[in-house]
């Protein structure tokens, strides 16, 4: 048995079952990542000596827990990567910025902590775009991630290092977060499943903040059944985030052991997210996977979301508006990088400017022009209502539809540069993620295909804020019929 | 032309909350504890950290907007205001903007004789920030951050007070009753309460208001009414001259005693103030609001009122006794234990006990939470008095001694037998005594000035060291009085 070839679900069972060690399962996965990773770049810490560790600690538990009956955790022994906006004691955290270069955090962010504490193993801190910001990962102050199915060519991003080393199969499972796609995009562009929760069902603590009201910690997996495996443990009320839901948290993996049939699943499908310049094949892998949702008995209709066309200026005024104020705090006094300048004020200009990439810079003074005075009415204030337009168009369509469905990205991968110098058509790339980051609901992103060239093509579906339970259960029947997330590129 | 000046005047108060307003650290004396000791990820403000609210702190301000007679938002907000600084971790404070925790309130003072309502524009939540310690060698500015994130309520007046002796009595009347409700301890060398005053001058008479300058960083009752004497000077002056009012942030230099400009009005800033949204909006049920209302305490004037009523002090020694909480509560307790009307304990106290202290340097509380005098104890002095088991001198050599030794009236008298002399015959041949070696004033009083009496009855009073009680002297010299006259 070849442990890359298992799912996370599956190399649970496997540990288990005592059919694989720990301590073998981590090397394994730790020479890949180390042998791939000049070529991929998709880590900017792999902690290899710690996770074998940690490893054989587990293994440890398991041995006690066969003799006393005690289970330990459910991810027991199970390596992960965590995307490094995330804060976890023992590694730096740079948000993939030189203005954190050697920042140790001195906690641990809730997800991660939840993981850890069922018993898995960090491996490592994956690249990203420099404070999440950026759709390729060629933001990232320390290089960027390639694709894994073609190293021309980007990842996806932000979290297009977790993507990469999931798709690479270099970790079994990797966490990301979603500010406006930054999880669903890069699973697309990777062919790996890519879930963001709904806002406040995974607690943000220990997140480097990006656009606050937008951001989400969420998974990139092989498999839905992963996603939901992850979620189960990380989801769920805490107190050191006030944004966190208090609501109970659903046994999201048992509700998949239905079987794959979606009879009276009603599955909406906005005809606004498909436009006019969509890479065909990308049109037709996923109405063609439309065609196999219905064919295991949902029911498809078209839907209007009208609203659509304007989630893209909103979430450009809301997200640098919360982000301007968020990277505030990187000022050289406290943690960090400090280039001393001559007083106070030049001090910052070094710190920042130098600190902070151009596309940072972008955002933070787009957010500070929209918050500023006589301006805030038109943009921050006017992004809002339409914010709550949006929010509100969702809602309605759950009342008729139980999940909404549609590509995640109108094409597929880009060249690594193609787009550097052109942020809008960057910027483009978030179009059909934006709309569920502003209204705060699920989104799972789940391989469909592969286009002309032998790009991963990805299927999006979208469900009612905490209803992570419905698009678990669509994803995870689509996976039943279907092969692509067995399959992996050739390195 | 004569100029009224129109003042309006923020006030930021800590609460005296265990924690701090968004996390755990512990709120400690700032000006004792050791720099950067009473810190944790959110209150530096490191990646990753969020806010959550201290619950115990919107307590305490909505204590004080019920006090103040606000309409308490059902709803409010919290938005960042952002601005660089070193003492501000975050690079925006938490405060709120656009819906405050609560407005439209009203706070009465008693400037002179006449009693003046202002009233209270809003009041709002947010957190402080560090301080900053500027090193002249080697030139260096060091940061320490216990005080960051404590809690603050912000309460911002209208503009409706026109002299120093109106924003004096707004100023002392407002910390007053922070220390009635225990939110704050009043203690201003410890900065726990600073002001912000805003003003403008206009001619006697109009009502439209002229341009405003604000005077920022004001620690001291001192410095407020210093800064603002000097500020309508300066406008009036420039006024005067038909110069204009420039519209800016002004500093006050203490040492100096002038105002000087930090900001023009070009050069404001411009906060960027926005929802934060880190923190949902703080919700303030019927429920809770009622649960707070329960613990307002009996307010100053409500309790000045009592005083007069209850006790039948007159409004003078009662405003004096309300000045302070623990005053106001000594005073009843020592009432309780005295048994004597209020008015003789106030008199002890106002007259007798706070000359002591005075001179001694001391405050009722005492030190280190130890009490002077406990009030029990003090009503038991004044109760000896009153059933005539000491006389009254002795009574106030007494209370120097119990001060001075911290022992009780009960001891000193066992002690020292400082008690009255109650034995009857000694008490008749003291005042046998005095008769015989003052015949002229026995002479003159048996003439018809019975008013030599009162003389008498002092010589008593020495000759036994004040340990006689002088209506049962005043009963034995009548009575020796009349028997001589007959004999």
Redesign the interface.
Known sequence: MDPLDLSLSQTADALREGALSSRSLTETYARRAEKLDPILHAFLQLEVENALREAAAADERWAVSRKSGNAPGALNGIPIAVKDV??VRGFR?T?GSRI?EG?Q???T?TPVDRLQKSGALILGKTNTDEFAMGSSTENSAYGPTHNPWDVTRVPGGSSGGSAAAVAARMIPAALGSDTGGSIRQPAAYCGVVGLKPSYGRVS??????F???LDCVGTLTRTVEDAAFLLEIMAGYD?????SMPSPVPAYRKALLDGPDLRGVRIGIPKEYFLPGIQPDVDRLVREAFGKLQSLGAQLQEISLPSTEFALPVYYLIAP??A??N???Y?G???GVRREGDG?WET?NQTRGKGFGSEVKRRIMLG?YA???GY?DAY?GQAQKVRTLIKAEFEKAFQEVDVIASPVTPATAFRLGEKVDDPLSMYMEDLLTLPASLAGIPGLSVPCGRDSIGLPVGLQLCGPFLGEEKILKVGWAFQQVTRWHLEAPNL | MEWEPVVGLEVHAELRTQSKMFCGCAVVDCTVAEPNTHTC?VC??????????NRRAVDLGLRVALALGCRVAPVSVFA?K?Y?Y?DL????QISQYELPLAAEGVLKILPGEQTRVIRIRRVHLEEDTGKLFHEEKPAR?L?D?NRAGVPLLEIVSEPDMHSVEEVKAYATTLRRLLQYLEVNSGDMEKGVIRFEANISLRPKGATELGTRVEIKNLNSFRALTRSMEYEVERQAARLSEGQAIRQETLGWDENAGRTYSQRSKEEAH?Y???PE????PLEVSPQWLEQIRRTVPELPDALCDRLVSQFGLGRYDAEVLVAERSTAEYFQRAVKTSGAPGRTVAAWLTGDLFGLLNTRNLTLEGRGGEPVLPAEEFGALIRMVSEGRINGPTGKSLLVEMIDTGKTAEVLVSEGSLGQITDEDTLRSAVRKTLVENPGQVASFRGGKTSVIQWLLGQVMKTTGGRANPQTVRKMLEEELARGSKE
């Open positions: 995330l804060c955290c948000a954190l920042f955090p001195p906690y962010a943000r603590y220990g997140l480097v903040a656009g606050s009201s107190e050191c985030d006030s944004t508006a919360e301007s104020a990277l505030a705090r000022d006094v406290r943690f106070l910052y500070t918050l500023s005075a805030y921050y | 990820p530096l403000g490191m990646p990753g950290s969020l806010p959550v609210i960042r952002n660089f070193p971790p975050k690079g925006y500015s940061v951050l411009d960027r103030y926005f949204p880190d923190l949902p």
